[in-house]
């Protein structure tokens, strides 16, 4: 697919230079990095549904196991 962009003539010169560096070209950097922001999007997606999955199983799964009869001090006494 072929679009047009309009982007300021200083950008595009340093972008040349900078294609020319990775030996690539201009049309190559540009898919690059909307290839490299399509996956960014993706995997914050994924990460996103995981944790409203998780937050989902805490409402679902949470339960009171009645009152707190000990104190932390308790849990490192020594015999």
Known sequence: MKITLSLDEKVV????????ERDT????LVREYLEHLVAEAATTERKRRGQRALERSF???HFKM????WKRADLYERP
Do not use: D, F
């Open 59 to 61: 409402q679902k799964y």
């Open 13 to 20: 010169k340093k972008a040349r230079r900078l294609a020319v």
């Open 25 to 28: 070209t201009l049309t190559g």
């Open 66 to 69: 009645g009152k707190r009869t």
